[in-house]
């Protein structure tokens, strides 16, 4: 408000300098700004996909271990003095042959080898 009277009330008058200009334009503020929203987002997605790595990986550990139990629990079947019948594919129950329990065993050790930690 520009004036050539002097302030009321007897002060004194003193000169008001404008603000200074933005240190960067509107459209450079809004491009960074933009930048700094993209990389946060980026940030976010990289969070949710090690996030989802992380439960697919206790996830398989988990079902390693269930395989890793059940291969132990087939051998010490297997390896018992008793001869067990064993349920078949089809539905059936008989007993295994040497050869099939034998190729049983070697299943099994290496389901413990492949799932089950030293």
Not at 30 to 54: G, I, M, S, Y
Not at 63 to 84: G, H, I, P, T
Not at 85 to 110: C, H, W, Y
């Amino acid at each position: 408000m520009g004036s050539t009277s002097p302030p009321p009330g007897g002060q004194p008058s003193r000169l008001v300098k404008p603000p200074p200009p933005p240190a960067e334009s509107p459209e450079a503020a809004r491009a960074r700004l933009n930048q700094q929203l993209q990389k946060f987002e980026d940030n976010r997605e990289d969070e949710a996909l090690t996030e989802e790595k992380v439960q697919a990986a206790k996830s398989e550990a988990a079902a390693a271990q269930q395989r890793c139990s059940d291969a132990r629990r087939n051998l010490e079947l297997l390896d018992s003095s008793v001869r067990r019948r064993f349920q078949m594919p089809d539905g059936s129950v008989r007993r295994l042959t040497e050869e099939e329990r034998q190729k049983r065993i070697d299943e099994a050790n290496q389901q413990i080898k492949e799932n089950c930690n030293p």
